[in-house]
């Protein structure tokens, strides 16, 4: 009995070393936050703790950059509070900064300080309407990423204009959980905030991460992207929209220059670096552009942003895709037709 006993015992060891070897602690957590369901998983004897301390940081980002809670600092700059010298943290600053810069190298395809209008349009949380033309025309006015100055300490506005973080805030939050993984040693994790996503490490297994490449004319993926180390982050007109009593319809991605919601060839665009907040600041910027212009802009700019990769769905049943991502890219929707282009 004993013998048996120990035989058993030695057998269970055995396989929880098994186990253990095969697959470190796993810790999920999925959470509302900055308007979208997120979903973060890690793999790593600190992984609980690991993403217990991601969804606090996003929650704690999400109080600093919320446009609509009255207690951010967004809120606060936008209805001229914190204006004045060491009010504003440096992650605002930063962000800010960040979105300032890519502005610019856009050419004001990103602005930072296009919500005037995006309320205008009722994408803040009020009802969706279709404004004038000369409210649109007036509204324009307070639209200019070049009147924002970011200081030492605090960031300033004219008179009327606001700032909105929609286009880059998660691709930013999604850096600081890449970076709180790796603080907890976590060698392995998949961070979902809303469709951008970040991956640290590969599987457990030693493949990469799949993700999905929504189809944005219907339903399911149109393809997988294999990542490691990097983050993929889609833009498109599909997921927040609404339609008018005519039938026309309108997308939450303003183009700055005429104020109306982007209507280009482009059905989304998904952009793939290791830099998360550029992937999401890229993304919007790129759908407003369209895709011979996002197409200069890859070939002029990536080299000095992260050498950064993309994919954009084209209303004509074309998928554009850099030769970098199609490497990592596996296309499962045959109706489409892929096309590779290279520097
Ligand atoms: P999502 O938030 O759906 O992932 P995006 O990253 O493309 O998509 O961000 C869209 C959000 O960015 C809008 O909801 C709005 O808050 C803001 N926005 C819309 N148009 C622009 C623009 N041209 N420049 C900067 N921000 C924009
Ligand atoms: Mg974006």
Known sequence: MRKILLALLAAACVLITACGEAKPDKAERSFYAMNTFMSVTAYGSDSEKAVAEVQSRISE??????????GSEIYAINHGGLSEISEVSEVTRDIVAFALDIADRSSGALDPTIYPVLSAWGFTGDENRVPSESEIAELLKLVDHRAVKVTESGITLND???????????GAASDE??????????KYALINLGGNIMTV?????????RIGVKNPD??????????????????????RYFISENGTVYGHIIDPASGYPVDNDLLSTTIISTDGGLCDALSTALFVMGSERAEEFWREHSAELSGFDMLLITKSGEVIITEGAAERFSLSDKSLTLKVIEK
Do not use: F, Q
């Open 61 to 70: 980002l999400e109080g600093l950059w919320s446009v609509t809670d009255d």
């Open 160 to 170: 009327g204009m606001m700032l909105d973080l929609g286009a880059v805030a998660k």
């Open 177 to 186: 959980a890449a970076r709180i993984m790796r603080e907890h040693g976590i």
């Open 201 to 209: 490490g590969g599987k457990p297994d030693g493949s990469g991460w």
């Open 218 to 239: 219907g339903d399911g993926n149109i393809g997988v992207l294999t990542l490691t180390d990097c983050a993929a982050v889609t833009s498109g007109s599909y997921e």
